[in-house]
């Protein structure tokens, strides 16, 4: 492997726990045409919570990433998000940003999401092939966001095990360092999709949940599961107490915390805020 490339991906891992708690804030085009992103509205001010929440990593469309984040520039890695979708059509997704993009604004990682499970998969496929052979002479690492949304899919099976093994499948196959799949809702089935996948797994935050503890028992299920860690959004900024929830969280990714501890780290965290 490339130095550069390894030195990058080291830069994405928690240095004690070797394990990736990474937020992402690359949410915009893709929520809706009638409002932002619930949370999300003022990302300047959201992001200093988030940021003081010592993630391992975030996720930034290039756009956003060039307007709000040069005040932290060094103090938190970050990967560049290169792919979008419009809200009417959510199984294929545009290219708008490029590994050039990434280098010059200082991203530790380019990050492209494409969907699996209809006509477009193909396509979609050979663009991340493409992205993953021009970021190799540079070092840089590719991480994948693969979803099951394509017609091809069973109403009610995007989280299924087949097809979120598959999407992972279909990450390594185009060579990339990270994979980012949906949680299939169990650690035993995500544990196969982690135990057939020769890159690190990270799970997806996934829709906003409906309580604090049901986010810390499914990012405990990822890890008990053996994955590399969580690619968070709507679970962290979506909250109205973001460094209690961030508390809870790096004590289950790096400290290896049961959900009842994360959830007293938790409440003591409300109480000191």
């Known amino acids: 492997m490339l130095l550069g490339k390894e030195t990058r991906l080291n830069r994405l891992r928690n240095g004690t726990s070797g ?3 990474s937020v992402a804030m690359d ?26 929440g010592r993630p391992d990593a975030l996720v930034f469309q290039k756009g956003m990433a060039m307007h709000c984040l040069p005040p932290f520039a060094g103090q938190v890695p970050w ?17 708008v940003a490029y590994v050039e993009d990434a280098i010059a604004l200082g991203a530790d ?5 494409i969907t699996v499970g209809d006509d477009t998969s193909g396509s979609l496929a050979a663009m991340l092939g493409r992205l993953v052979r021009e970021a190799m002479p540079v070092g840089l690492p590719v991480v994948a966001h693969i979803y099951a949304k394509g017609d091809q899919v069973p109403p009610g099976q995007e989280f299924a095990l087949n097809w979120v093994r ?13 994979v980012k799949v949906s949680y299939t809702g169990s650690p035993e089935t995500f544990a196969e999709v ?18 604090t503890e049901e986010v810390l028992t499914m990012v405990r299920g990822v890890m008990d599961a053996g994955a590399t860690g969580i690619t968070i959004g709507r679970n962290v900024w979506g909250e109205k107490h973001i460094l209690p929830v961030m508390a809870a969280l790096r004590a289950i990714i790096h400290q290896d915390a049961s959900v009842a501890e994360a959830v007293e780290t938790y409440r003591e965290g409300l109480v000191e805020g």
């Not at 949410?27 to 003081?52: K, S």
């Open 79 to 95: 990967m560049m998000q290169s792919t979008l979708f419009v809200p009417h059509i959510t199984n294929v997704d545009h290219q």
């Open 27 to 52: 949410h915009g085009m893709a929520m809706g045409y009638d409002r932002l992103p619930p949370g999300l509205e003022m990302v300047p001010r959201v992001l200093p919570q988030v940021i003081e």
């Open 19 to 21: 394990k990736m708690l």
């Open 166 to 178: 598959y999407a992972a499948r279909v990450g390594v196959e185009m060579g990339v360092d990270i």
């Open 109 to 113: 990682a380019v990050a492209m999401t």
């Open 194 to 211: 982690v135990e057939t996948c020769p890159v690190p797994v990270v799970a997806a935050g996934g829709p906003r949940l409906s309580s």
